[in-house]
Nanobody, 126 residues
Framework: QVELVESGGGSVQAGGSLRLSCAGAGHTLNAYFMGWFRQAPGKEREGVAAISSSGGGTVYSDSVKGRFTISRDNAQNTLYLQMNSLKPEDTAMYYC???????????????????WGQGTQVTVSS
């Protein structure tokens, strides 16, 4: 069983930055493909970014490309999401997720992910 715990959310003004963390417990994450997802009120959960188990491959949604950076530190068993140039439309609950694969082609397929965190709230004001 893998437990994922997100942190780093908060309230910022548009143009600001936040860094989310996702710490793993119970099992090493270095064999897992990891992703960040978000869900805004009244909307479906959507993929934000993902990273291969080694950290060598990353993918992003078009809405965050160039502003967000996903990374991981397997020695620390932690996943990160650096969010810059935040916009009000980035306001959402952010979740990390882990899939037992080295890489996933269709990374936005949520059913592929076996473990999910409880989420951390990000609020961006204009």
């Amino acid at each position: 069983q893998v437990e994922l715990v997100e942190s780093g959310g908060g309230s910022v003004q548009a143009g600001g930055s936040l860094r989310l963390s996702c710490a793993g417990a119970g099992h090493t994450l270095n064999a897992y493909f990891m992703g960040w997802f978000r869900q805004a009120p009244g909307k479906e959960r959507e993929g934000v970014a993902a990273i291969s188990s080694s950290g060598g491959g990353t993918v992003y949604s078009d809405s965050v490309k160039g502003r967000f950076t996903i990374s991981r530190d397997n020695a620390q068993n932690t996943l990160y999401l650096q969010m810059n140039s935040l916009k009000p439309e980035d306001t959402a609950m952010y979740y990390c997720a882990a899939a037992p694969f080295a890489y996933i082609i269709d990374w936005t397929q949520q059913r592929t992910y076996k473990y999910w965190g409880q989420g951390t709230q990000v609020t961006v004001s204009s």
